[in-house]
């Protein structure tokens, strides 16, 4: 039985309006507005007509009214606090036993891997799942909801367990004062990925360098491996052979946990005839891939869940009839399989007109349309449709890798937070979301100038009072849009649905309105208090940026950006010179020592 306690909560430390002052817990307690009982006289009556002498005492004097307490809280505050404590407290018990649910899951599949077998015993998971659809019928609970969430609870015996945090985190306190930096920008993880694919499954050489070799990169580098293609790599670099194409039939991929790597390979397998199978890790079992079928049957294809139990991976993808040369993607579909279909549309015959892009869509597709055009295939995008014709892809042997817009915004972004001037090496993409920043960053007071290898942004004017920052309608640049609007003070924030930003404005104590999409943000001394869990490392970025105008912010995993972006903490930490510490060099092992033997 679960154990509701109601001693704790926002109002703890108030007393309640029920409570009798000065009684002991064991003693009645009595609401003046109600009949007394006197245990040996019986209940005391009121008198139906009414008080005595008008309200007087003996000797015709009033009562003197009871103080009133400005601060003491309103009933409603009173209600709500008493809820609190009440669900604050069963979501602690289900978290403690969700906890433990996933200790004794997680002991069975080390016992099961000791002895060579899967992880999951499909006999005990059968079991549990039948018992715990009896008890969710009993309770009279939602069938469709149950099952999701037995699959979801499964799941965090699955994942990684999370550490749990100890000491004090990392503070986010940086120098504001003018920057004079430089650096070589991060390249597009995007680009990259979607240009090794193209090599890969045009079976042409090519070499990608500078490259990033964090999970997304390298997961789709061995998942290419995986169905054929020759692929090598390094610190730095992602090199195909070529010399031979994909091959899917028969084949089982593993992409890792990016959505994107598995709609990219299951993309490109549609012009092949046969069957494969694609899995990866537990983030991606609970994909909707069963949506993919509102589109997939026009391309003569079909995804087929390998456990009833998970929405997504593991699937197998059957795929040879007759293709379309025209399909419309419904509304919930998800950007990045657009993005992915578009690039993979070469390969159909007589190639593909995708119509239906939504706005957060169409800019995914832009990025994919603009890997097409660098290796000539002929791509056009419309207000909400591509069309790409078939082709032989024309591919660079070592081609120009764009900067990533999401993570060079933010280094462009520094000069409006703290002043001075930062000079980006490498090329800056040309679409329309980086167009977008350019002009956004502008307003701000920034002038910024493009060359063919590099960007240089030096703060010329001042900052304006007020601002609209329409950039937080895309979810890739919201914490950037956050950072800045936190910086003017009184901005007005496009995005007002996105719960991460929402959070960090509450945490902060900051003024704002919401209206419709925009988030009003009005001046005030927004502080911060405790710790933040990020749930990106985009938003660890964002924070980062966020502390020049918002100090003292504390992450509790700052490590997983390095994991993304190695460089990046190195750098902001040599702010204002840029100046970071050189790499560790790897030690070489001296091939010209030998083993002497001493008879």
């Not at 009949?35 to 005391?44: A, L, S, Y």
């Not at 610190?235 to 994107?260: C, P, Y």
């Not at 549609?270 to 026009?298: E, I, M, W, Y």
Request: glycine share 10%.
């Amino acid at each position: 039985m679960i154990k509701i306690r109601k001693d704790d909560g926002p109002f703890e430390d108030r007393p309640r309006r029920d409570a009798g002052q000065g009684a002991p817990d064991n003693t009645p307690r009595y609401d003046n507005d109600r009949p007394q009982r006197d245990e040996k006289r019986g209940p005391r009556k009121f008198d139906k007509r009414g008080p005595k002498r008008g309200g007087r005492d003996f000797f015709g004097r009033r009562p003197e009214a009871p103080p009133v307490d400005d601060d003491a809280p309103s009933k409603s505050e009173v209600v709500t606090g008493h809820r609190y404590n009440d669900i604050a407290d069963i979501d602690d018990q289900i978290l403690g036993l969700l906890e433990k649910r996933a200790f004794l899951i997680r002991k069975e599949g080390a016992w099961r891997k000791s002895r060579q077998k899967s992880l999951v015993d499909p006999q005990l998971e059968k079991l549990l799942r039948g018992a715990f659809d009896r008890s969710a019928g009993r309770l009279g609970l939602d069938a469709k909801l149950t099952k999701q969430l037995f699959t979801l609870l499964n799941q965090f015996s699955l994942a990684d367990a999370r550490k749990k945090f100890e000491g004090e985190g990392y503070k986010l306190a940086p120098r504001v004062e003018p920057v004079s930096a430089g650096i070589a920008g991060p390249r597009s993880f995007r680009f990259t990925r979607m240009m090794l694919a193209m090599a890969a499954s045009a079976g042409a050489r090519a070499t990608l360098s500078p490259v990033t070799m964090n999970a997304p990169n390298k997961d789709l580098a061995k998942a290419l491996k995986q169905v054929g293609a020759p692929i090598h790599w390094d610190d730095d670099f992602i090199r195909n052979d070529g010399g031979r194409t994909l091959e899917f039939e028969g084949n089982m991929a593993f992409v890792g946990e990016d959505k994107f790597n598995f709609y990219m390979l299951l993309c490109l397998a549609l012009g092949h005839a046969g069957r494969c199978k694609f899995t990866g890790k537990p983030s991606l079992q609970l994909l909707d891939a069963a949506s993919l079928n509102k589109v997939l049957p026009s391309l003569g294809a079909r995804v087929v869940p390998m456990n009833p139990n998970n929405p997504g991976l593991p699937v197998r993808l059957e795929c040879g009839g007759a293709m379309d040369e025209s399909v419309t993607l419904p509304g919930g579909i998800d950007p990045d399989f657009a993005a992915a279909l578009t690039l993979a549309a070469w390969s159909f015959p007589g190639g593909l007109t995708v119509k239906g892009l939504t706005a957060q869509a169409r800019d995914r597709v832009a990025e994919a349309v603009a890997v097409l055009t660098a290796c000539g295939i002929k791509a056009e995008l419309g207000k909400d449709s591509v069309s790409v014709s078939d082709g032989v892809p024309a591919i660079d042997p070592q081609p120009q890798l764009p900067l990533s817009v999401p993570l060079n915004a933010m280094l462009l972004a520094l000069p409006v937070l703290s002043g001075g001037r930062i000079n980006l090496e490498g090329a800056w993409p040309r679409n329309e979301q980086a167009d977008r920043v350019l002009e956004q960053l502008r307003a701000l007071g920034l002038r910024v100038d493009v060359a063919t290898e590099n960007v240089v942004a030096v703060m010329e004017n001042e900052l304006p009072e007020s601002a609209d920052i329409p950039l937080g309608a895309s979810p890739d640049l919201m914490p950037l849009a956050l950072a800045l609007a936190l910086k003017v003070g009184d901005a007005r924030l496009s995005g007002a649905d996105n719960d991460v930003a929402v959070e960090l404005l509450d945490r902060m104590g900051a003024s704002y309105e919401i209206d419709g999409d925009v988030i009003h943000l009005k001046p005030g001394n927004p502080q911060w208090d405790g710790t933040w869990f990020s749930p990106e490392p985009v938003w660890s970025m964002g924070c980062a940026l966020a502390a020049f105008a918002v100090p003292g912010i504390v992450l509790e995993n700052h490590g997983e950006v390095t994991a993304t972006w190695p460089e990046f903490w190195n750098f902001y930490n040599s702010l204002p010179t840029g100046k970071m510490k050189p790499k560790p060099e790897r030690e070489k092992k001296d091939d010209t020592r030998r083993r002497i033997k001493i008879r």
